[in-house]
């Protein structure tokens, strides 16, 4: 057969050898100059301690950064869930019916140009001290990017499939779930990214303003006895778990949708 | 023409007019088209470019209103996308997601008939297009013309008396514009579908057609039409006969630019 030999894609492509290394090779170095600048600077541990510090650091204190990194994480768990769910259902609707877009569209917006650290201290008077308002605080910036990117990618789709899906009379729902829903999820996964990214950011801001417990937490008190040491363990162990949310998400995409990836 | 009148009438199209209502006024896209095409016949609609031809083939599948006049498929008036008709349209549409096998059950799926007793049949329809061994493959992973046969066998799945099909080889390069006109033949010969076949090229038209229409610029109406009547199967050859010429040049010429 000589359309085979026309086949795309066929020949498996072949990362360089160390590419998969490079990021963990960055890290290293990054971590290597820090630790020489602080030391050939001569700066006090007090001022900025160096990557030896604050990992020995971490090392003894486990129990306590774990405790608070479980708090955090629920409270960044939980608003991008509810970001994931509102934000698609919102999209959802806003794709269906044109008048409910012109209606929220501009409400989205300005939720979003608010200033969250103005709006969290509010949050905090209607919805008390738990867990609660970090969540909604998290969810309020998460959404956003999954509300704009989904309904970008429901919206557009090529019109000739449009017609391809009328002419073989799907309803509106199959339209939905078979085309639109299909055709966004590059987009949807690429606003779920910015999103985790966003949630860190509200769970911590919010425990900045009133929690009693979380990293971000444990950063603003560590900040006041100026116990600098335990501030960068609390700012390396959010990072990681930053990353490894992040790598969470980006493993699902790819295993979700693998035609995105190939060729 | 007359003696096919005791044939059945597959698509009628009466006094069919389309106008658009467009930001700059009212464009008159179709006024006063008249075209009976029978059944199991192969007719081929060309004419200047913007004349109303794609319009011309959304009206008949029910994509879009018509204005006034009637349009009827298989004898009853088109309201809106019907189970029999097929549609190739001018790029692949196929959903890159998924496999050419699933690709071409997708309309068993939307009008949740049972996969299992039509997987068969989309094997044969592959076997039919010469794709065997790509049923697994992506449409990434296909060439145009590949593409472009999936997209018919999808068209064929529900085994739909009428195939339109809106200039479904204008993207290929000429090489395989010409091995897909003889496989579209093939498979016509094979399926023995009326098609209402939209396209640029004469040459083409008249090597598929039974009939081809050639259409008048805007408002489009029916200015020509010929019949082809060289025998069946067609070969490549053909197009250096001196008849297919003749009617290349009489149809060209009834082209208005």
């Given at each position: 057969?000589?359309?085979?030999?026309?086949?795309?894609?066929?020949?498996?492509?072949?990362?360089?050898?160390?590419?998969?290394?490079?990021?963990?090779?960055?890290?290293?170095?990054?971590?290597?100059?820090?630790?020489?600048?602080?030391?050939?600077?001569?700066?006090?541990?007090?001022?900025?301690?160096?990557?030896?510090?604050?990992?020995?650091?971490?090392?003894?204190?486990?129990?306590?950064?774990?405790?608070?990194?479980?708090?955090?994480?629920?409270?960044?768990?939980?608003?991008?869930?509810?970001?994931?769910?509102?934000?698609?259902?919102?999209?959802?609707?806003?794709?269906?019916?044109?008048?409910?877009?012109?209606?929220?569209?501009?409400?989205?917006?300005?939720?979003?140009?608010?200033?969250?650290?103005?709006?969290?201290?509010?949050?905090?008077?209607?919805?008390?001290?738990?867990?609660?308002?970090?969540?909604?605080?998290?969810?309020?910036?998460?959404?956003?990017?999954?509300?704009?990117?989904?309904?970008?990618?429901?919206?557009?789709?090529?019109?000739?499939?449009?017609?391809?899906?009328?002419?073989?009379?799907?309803?509106?729902?199959?339209?939905?779930?078979?085309?639109?829903?299909?055709?966004?999820?590059?987009?949807?996964?690429?606003?779920?990214?910015?999103?985790?990214?966003?949630?860190?950011?509200?769970?911590?801001?919010?425990?900045?303003?009133?929690?009693?417990?979380?990293?971000?937490?444990?950063?603003?008190?560590?900040?006041?006895?100026?116990?600098?040491?335990?501030?960068?363990?609390?700012?390396?162990?959010?990072?990681?778990?930053?990353?490894?949310?992040?790598?969470?998400?980006?493993?699902?995409?790819?295993?979700?949708?693998?035609?995105?990836?190939?060729? | 023409?007359?003696?096919?009148?005791?044939?059945?009438?597959?698509?009628?199209?009466?006094?069919?007019?389309?106008?658009?209502?467009?930001?700059?006024?009212?464009?008159?896209?179709?006024?006063?088209?008249?075209?009976?095409?029978?059944?199991?016949?192969?007719?081929?609609?060309?004419?200047?470019?913007?004349?109303?031809?794609?319009?011309?083939?959304?009206?008949?599948?029910?994509?879009?209103?018509?204005?006034?006049?009637?349009?009827?498929?298989?004898?009853?008036?088109?309201?809106?996308?019907?189970?029999?008709?097929?549609?190739?349209?001018?790029?692949?549409?196929?959903?890159?997601?998924?496999?050419?096998?699933?690709?071409?059950?997708?309309?068993?799926?939307?009008?949740?008939?049972?996969?299992?007793?039509?997987?068969?049949?989309?094997?044969?329809?592959?076997?039919?297009?010469?794709?065997?061994?790509?049923?697994?493959?992506?449409?990434?992973?296909?060439?145009?013309?590949?593409?472009?046969?999936?997209?018919?066998?999808?068209?064929?799945?529900?085994?739909?008396?009428?195939?339109?099909m809106d200039e479904p080889f204008g993207s290929l390069d000429a090489l395989t514009r010409d091995d897909m006109n003889l496989e579209l033949?093939?498979?016509?010969?094979?399926?023995?579908?009326?098609?209402?076949?939209?396209?640029?090229?004469?040459?083409?038209?008249?090597?598929?057609?039974?009939?081809?229409?050639?259409?008048?610029?805007?408002?489009?109406?029916?200015?020509?039409?010929?019949?082809?009547?060289?025998?069946?199967?067609?070969?490549?050859?053909?197009?250096?006969?001196?008849?297919?010429?003749?009617?290349?040049?009489?149809?060209?010429?009834?082209?208005?630019?």
């Amino acid at each position: 057969m000589d359309e085979k030999q026309t086949v795309k894609g066929l020949d498996t492509y072949t990362p360089i050898k160390g590419t998969k290394l490079a990021p963990f090779l960055t890290l290293v170095l990054f971590l290597v100059l820090w630790e020489i600048f602080v030391r050939a600077a001569n700066i006090h541990p007090i001022v900025m301690p160096p990557p030896s510090v604050a990992f020995k650091y971490i090392a003894f204190n486990i129990p306590l950064l774990l405790d608070h990194a479980y708090t955090t994480m629920n409270e960044i768990i939980l608003g991008f869930l509810l970001s994931v769910v509102v934000g698609l259902t919102l999209a959802m609707a806003m794709t269906h019916f044109s008048l409910l877009n012109r209606a929220l569209y501009p409400l989205i917006v300005l939720s979003q140009v608010l200033p969250k650290v103005a709006f969290a201290p509010l949050l905090l008077l209607w919805l008390g001290y738990g867990i609660l308002p970090k969540v909604v605080i998290a969810f309020t910036i998460a959404f956003f990017p999954i509300v704009i990117n989904s309904l970008g990618g429901f919206t557009s789709v090529d019109p000739e499939m449009l017609d391809l899906f009328r002419v073989i009379q799907a309803n509106r729902w199959q339209t939905f779930l078979k085309l639109r829903f299909k055709n966004a999820l590059p987009q949807i996964f690429d606003g779920l990214k910015i999103a985790i990214t966003l949630a860190v950011i509200g769970a911590v801001v919010a425990e900045f303003i009133g929690g009693d417990s979380g990293l971000g937490y444990l950063i603003i008190v560590s900040n006041s006895t100026l116990d600098t040491p335990l501030m960068f363990a609390a700012l390396i162990i959010l990072s990681l778990a930053g990353i490894i949310l992040f790598g969470i998400i980006m493993l699902i995409e790819r295993l979700s949708i693998p035609w995105s990836f190939r060729g | 023409m007359k003696s096919n009148d005791h044939r059945k009438v597959m698509i009628e199209f009466q006094a069919l007019e389309k106008t658009f209502r467009t930001s700059k006024g009212e464009l008159h896209a179709i006024e006063d088209l008249n075209i009976k095409i029978f059944d199991k016949e192969f007719v081929s609609v060309v004419g200047p470019s913007g004349c109303g031809k794609t319009t011309l083939l959304k009206i008949t599948s029910g994509l879009l209103p018509r204005t006034a006049g009637g349009v009827a498929v298989n004898g009853s008036p088109v309201d809106g996308p019907a189970k029999q008709i097929g549609m190739v349209f001018q790029n692949p549409v196929l959903l890159k997601w998924r496999t050419v096998l699933d690709n071409i059950l997708l309309p068993i799926e939307i009008l949740k008939l049972p996969r299992r007793s039509y997987q068969e049949k989309a094997m044969e329809l592959i076997k039919l297009v010469d794709l065997i061994g790509f049923e697994n493959f992506l449409p990434s992973e296909l060439s145009g013309g590949m593409q472009q046969r999936v997209s018919l066998c999808r068209a064929l799945i529900t085994d739909p008396p009428i195939l339109l099909m809106d200039e479904p080889f204008g993207s290929l390069d000429a090489l395989t514009r010409d091995d897909m006109n003889l496989e579209l033949q093939r498979i016509w010969e094979t399926k023995k579908k009326t098609v209402l076949f939209i396209t640029h090229s004469i040459p083409e038209a008249v090597f598929l057609s039974d009939r081809v229409v050639v259409l008048s610029p805007r408002p489009s109406k029916v200015v020509l039409t010929v019949d082809v009547n060289f025998k069946r199967p067609r070969e490549p050859s053909d197009k250096y006969e001196k008849e297919f010429g003749r009617l290349c040049t009489l149809l060209r010429s009834a082209i208005k630019k």
